[in-house]
C-alpha cells in the first residue's frame, strides 16, 4: 500500500517541480535589470552608420547609463553635437511595447538639455526637448551654428507626421550673405504630411525660412530676403540666392 503524503511533502514537492521556472526567472529579471545600454543601442539599429548615431563611450544599463561623447548625424553631410548624456528607459513605457530613453544633460558649456527619444506602436521621435545643441554644416552652404529647443515635439507615426509642437531656434555662427542673423531664425513646428514643418523667422522680419524635415532626415528649405535698407543685393546674389521682384530666394535640400 502506497503511503500518501502529508501536506507538507506536497508543497515541498511542488516547490521542487517549480524551482528551475522561479530560477529561470529571477535569471531573466536579472538579465532586464543589468541589461547593457551598449548592447540595447546595437539591437535597435542606434549604432550602426544607418541609425545615424555615434559616441565616444556607451556606459551602463538600458535604465541608468551614460553616452559619452554623443552625435547625431554623418560627418559627410553634417553632425549635430549632442555631448556626454545620462540616459534611461522608462519602465512602464516598456510594458506597452514602447521605448521611451529619458536624455539629461547636466554641467556642459552648452547648458542643459532635456527630453525623451520615442519609438513604437509604429512611432518614433522626440517629445519635450529643450535645449541647445551643437550643430555643425547640417543646411549645408548655410553656417548653421547651434538648435535651440523649447518644449520641441516631434512624432511620426509611419512615415507620416502625427505630432509637432513646441519652438526652434536656427543660429548662424557667422555673417551669410551680408544678413545679420545673429539673432537667427525661429519659429513653431507644425505638421505637414510626411514632415514636420518649421516657418522660421528672424528678428527683423525680413529674412524667413521654411524648413521641413521628414522622418528619414531628408530636409527641404527655402530662405527668403526681402529687400531693405541693409540689404546687399549683391552679396545675397554672390552667395546663390535669385532674385524674384522683391525677395531674393535660395533652396536647399540635403539629409540632416
Excluded at 91 to 99: G, H, I, S, V
Excluded at 188 to 212: K, Y
Aim: charged residues 15%; aromatic residues 6%; contains cysteine.
Amino acid at each position: 500500500m502506497t503511503e500518501g503524503f502529508t501536506g507538507r511533502q506536497w508543497v515541498k514537492r511542488g516547490w521542487m517541480k517549480r524551482r528551475p521556472i522561479a530560477a529561470l526567472l529571477f535569471a531573466l529579471l536579472v538579465a532586464l535589470v543589468l541589461f547593457p545600454l551598449r548592447l540595447a543601442m546595437d539591437m535597435t539599429g542606434l549604432a550602426s552608420s544607418d541609425g545615424g548615431i555615434s559616441a565616444r563611450q556607451v556606459r551602463g544599463s538600458i535604465w541608468s547609463g551614460q553616452i559619452y561623447g554623443l552625435m547625431l548625424g554623418n560627418v559627410h553631410v553634417g553632425n549635430v553635437h549632442v555631448g556626454d548624456v545620462r540616459v534611461g528607459v522608462a519602465p512602464l513605457d516598456l510594458l506597452m511595447a514602447r521605448l521611451r530613453m529619458n536624455i539629461v544633460r547636466e554641467n556642459d558649456v552648452a547648458g542643459p538639455l532635456s527630453g525623451a527619444w520615442i519609438n513604437g506602436f509604429g512611432q518614433s521621435g522626440m517629445e519635450n526637448m529643450t535645449g541647445t545643441l551643437a550643430a555643425d554644416g547640417v543646411l549645408g552652404i548655410v553656417p548653421v551654428s547651434t538648435l535651440e529647443m523649447s518644449g520641441l515635439t516631434t512624432i511620426f507615426s509611419g512615415n507620416l507626421c502625427s505630432r509637432a509642437e513646441g519652438q526652434l531656434r536656427l543660429r548662424l555662427n557667422s555673417s551669410f550673405a551680408g544678413l545679420n542673423l545673429s539673432q537667427g531664425v525661429s519659429g513653431t513646428a507644425i505638421c505637414d504630411g510626411e514632415a514636420v514643418q518649421f516657418p522660421l523667422v528672424s528678428q527683423t522680419g525680413l529674412e524667413t525660412m521654411t524648413l521641413r524635415v521628414r522622418r528619414d532626415g531628408h530636409y527641404t528649405a527655402q530662405l527668403v530676403v526681402r529687400e531693405g535698407r541693409d540689404v546687399d543685393s549683391a552679396a545675397l546674389l554672390a552667395a546663390g540666392l535669385t532674385q524674384r521682384g522683391e525677395e531674393y530666394v535660395l533652396s536647399l535640400e540635403g539629409q540632416m
